[in-house]
């Protein structure tokens, strides 16, 4: 059962889940309608777990050959491909299921069209051809927001756009790190990461952008009236430091802060959902 569950990168997905938990709470419909909700939130939780799994039956070979991936389940041997992919489907079924019967169309639709994106359309073209791989492929995992608010509600609204347009620009200062820890192994496979084709010192630069970039994002909300000022402090707090790391990056020739600043890049996004949620809940009631 553990060799399933790893399967599903479990990590990811429940970041991935919380996202779209927060998508749905950001809703007044979400109070009306808790179960049908929720049953929407663990439809959508079981397509992650199936696109997270379809990537891994894809990259089984390579896998084998990273330090980081080494002791997946499929590398290792402990799941066969076999298995793999029924239980792939099983969880695709019920997935697909129960966002269809408990949520709408557009929702379901958006799902597919990041799970497809994630699962063949990254890794098996995007990945492999291009240094831009984490930039592309990274809108398929800021869609969660945007899935859990039309799950809710069936329509799209500029708040959970916005939103996905923060987790797209938080995307690349997020994994990049962890490229530039990992560049050898990435070298060896022939994965072209940014790091590798265009250089450290580039890819440092352009984290800088994309985390001046998110500030300006995450600023937005503020701005067209959609959040208020425990919003502002805390997201404008979060960035700064953020944008403050990536500068002290630039200049760490050893790269000692990469594992700081990917875990850090974590925490900020839990922190901002937090944030997000608490500041909804203060709008509403205060």
């Given at each position: 059962?553990?060799?399933?569950?790893?399967?599903?990168?479990?990590?990811?997905?429940?970041?991935?889940?919380?996202?779209?938990?927060?998508?749905?709470?950001?809703?007044?419909?979400?109070?009306?309608?808790?179960?049908?909700?929720?049953?929407?939130?663990?439809?959508?939780?079981?397509?992650?777990?199936?696109?997270?799994?379809?990537?891994?039956?894809?990259?089984?070979?390579?896998?084998?050959?990273?330090?980081?991936?080494?002791?997946?389940?499929?590398?290792?041997?402990?799941?066969?491909?076999?298995?793999?992919?029924?239980?792939?489907?099983?969880?695709?079924?019920?997935?697909?299921?129960?966002?269809?019967?408990?949520?709408?169309?557009?929702?379901?639709?958006?799902?597919?069209?990041?799970?497809?994106?994630?699962?063949?359309?990254?890794?098996?073209?995007?990945?492999?051809?291009?240094?831009?791989?984490?930039?592309?492929?990274?809108?398929?995992?800021?869609?969660?927001?945007?899935?859990?608010?039309?799950?809710?509600?069936?329509?799209?609204?500029?708040?959970?756009?916005?939103?996905?347009?923060?987790?797209?620009?938080?995307?690349?200062?997020?994994?990049?790190?962890?490229?530039?820890?990992?560049?050898?192994?990435?070298?060896?496979?022939?994965?072209?990461?940014?790091?590798?084709?265009?250089?450290?010192?580039?890819?440092?630069?352009?984290?800088?952008?994309?985390?001046?970039?998110?500030?300006g994002a995450s600023l937005a909300?503020?701005?067209?009236?959609?959040?208020?000022?425990?919003?502002?402090?805390?997201?404008?707090?979060?960035?700064?430091?953020?944008?403050?790391?990536?500068?002290?990056?630039?200049?760490?020739?050893?790269?000692?802060?990469?594992?700081?600043?990917?875990?850090?890049?974590?925490?900020?996004?839990?922190?901002?959902?937090?944030?997000?949620?608490?500041?909804?809940?203060?709008?509403?009631?205060?």
């Open positions: 059962m553990a060799s399933f569950l790893n399967l599903c990168k479990p990590k990811i997905v429940l970041l991935l889940t919380l996202t779209a938990l927060v998508g749905m709470l950001l809703t007044i419909e979400f109070y009306s309608n808790i179960f049908s909700s929720l049953a929407s939130l663990l439809g959508f939780a079981l397509l992650a777990a199936s696109s997270a799994s379809l990537n891994q039956i894809f990259d089984r070979e390579s896998d084998k050959n990273m330090e980081r991936t080494k002791k997946r389940p499929l590398a290792t041997g402990d799941i066969t491909l076999s298995q793999a992919l029924t239980f792939t489907a099983i969880l695709l079924f019920i997935g697909s299921s129960l966002l269809l019967y408990f949520s709408n169309l557009l929702t379901l639709f958006i799902t597919t069209f990041g799970f497809i994106f994630y699962s063949l359309v990254y890794t098996i073209y995007l990945k492999w051809s291009t240094p831009q791989n984490i930039v592309i492929g990274g809108l398929s995992g800021a869609l969660p927001p945007l899935i859990g608010w039309t799950a809710v509600t069936n329509e799209i609204s500029l708040l959970p756009l916005i939103l996905v347009l923060i987790i797209f620009l938080w995307t690349p200062p997020h994994f990049w790190p962890l490229a530039i820890d990992r560049m050898d192994e990435y070298k060896k496979e022939g994965v072209p990461m940014m790091p590798i084709a265009k250089g450290v010192s580039r890819t440092k630069k352009e984290m800088i952008i994309y985390a001046v970039l998110l500030l909300p503020f701005f067209y009236g959609l959040t208020g000022y425990f919003y502002l402090i805390s997201t404008t707090a979060l960035n700064f430091y953020f944008i403050y790391l990536c500068i002290e990056y630039l200049n760490d020739e050893n790269n000692q802060l990469s594992m700081k600043i990917f875990n850090f890049s974590v925490r900020y996004m839990l922190l901002f959902f937090l944030a997000t949620y608490i500041d909804f809940l203060i709008m509403l009631y205060v």
